[in-house]
T-cell receptor
Framework: GQSLEQPSEVTAVEGAIVQINCTYQ??????LSWYQQHDGGAPTFLSY????GLEETGRFSSFLSRSDSYGYLLLQELQMKDSASYFC??????????FGSGTRLLVRP | DAGVIQSPRHEVTEMGQEVTLRCKPI?????LFWYRQTMMRGLELLIY????????DSGMPEDRFSAKMPNASFSTLKIQPSEPRDSAVYFC????????????FGPGTRLTVL
């Protein structure tokens, strides 16, 4: 089967750093993506890792370890607008995205 | 550029009625995906097309669901007959040729079946 595990909820303070972990077990693997979704909105692409290591895009970074079937999204200098759900997604061998159940991030003042 | 366009944004219907959801992908994108999102099941891929051809429909829950893509700029997802358990947000997404990592999602259609 195919499964992705990520925490259901994370709470952090404005200005802090938060890490959202994702472990996966899939039949094929091309890469790990992260999407952000605000309440009532559509998922929007944040980052993608195909190779091991850290990818940085502004305040957001994403890490992948293929040998550990593990990745994380790191959000720095948290802002209130970062309160949203964050989904990890594995691209399998047929170019489909398999989404995790999402992590709801609440940023407090 | 306009993003992915979906219509209607909200649909309320009664059990047994036919529902048709519409999607216009971003111009030039060659992949189109239909997803369903519920609290219980999360974001599920229903079907996807490449160059207007259905590639994988293994996520379509039942024969009551069907999808078509008659041309590169239009796709429909039809539910006939609809049931209350079909209530969900349905998203359409598209992807550029050769771009394997990014899908662009439309705003979604919130379907309520009474």
């Amino acid at each position: 089967g195919q499964s992705l595990e990520q925490p259901s909820e994370v709470t952090a303070v404005e200005g802090a750093i938060v890490q959202i972990n994702c472990t996966y077990q899939t039949s094929g693997f091309y890469g790990l993506s992260w999407y952000q979704q605000h309440d009532g909105g559509a998922p929007t692409f944040l980052s993608y890792n195909a190779l091991d290591g850290l990818e940085e895009t502004g305040r957001f970074s994403s890490f992948l370890s293929r040998s550990d079937s593990y990745g994380y999204l790191l959000l720095q200098e948290l802002q209130m607008k970062d309160s949203a759900s964050y989904f990890c997604a594995v691209e399998d061998s047929s170019y489909k995205l398999i989404f995790g159940s999402g992590t709801r991030l609440l940023v407090r003042p | 550029d306009a993003g992915v366009i979906q219509s209607p944004r909200h649909e309320v219907t009664e059990m047994g009625q036919e529902v048709t959801l519409r999607c216009k992908p971003i111009s030039g994108h060659d992949y189109l995906f239909w997803y369903r999102q519920t609290m219980m099941r999360g974001l599920e891929l229903l079907i996807y097309f490449n160059n207007n051809v259905p590639i994988d429909d293994s996520g379509m829950p039942e024969d009551r669901f069907s999808a078509k893509m008659p041309n590169a700029s239009f796709s429909t997802l039809k539910i006939q007959p609809s049931e209350p358990r079909d209530s969900a947000v349905y998203f359409c997404a598209s992807r550029r040729p050769g771009d394997t990592d990014t899908q662009y999602f439309g705003p979604g259609t919130r379907l309520t079946v009474l």
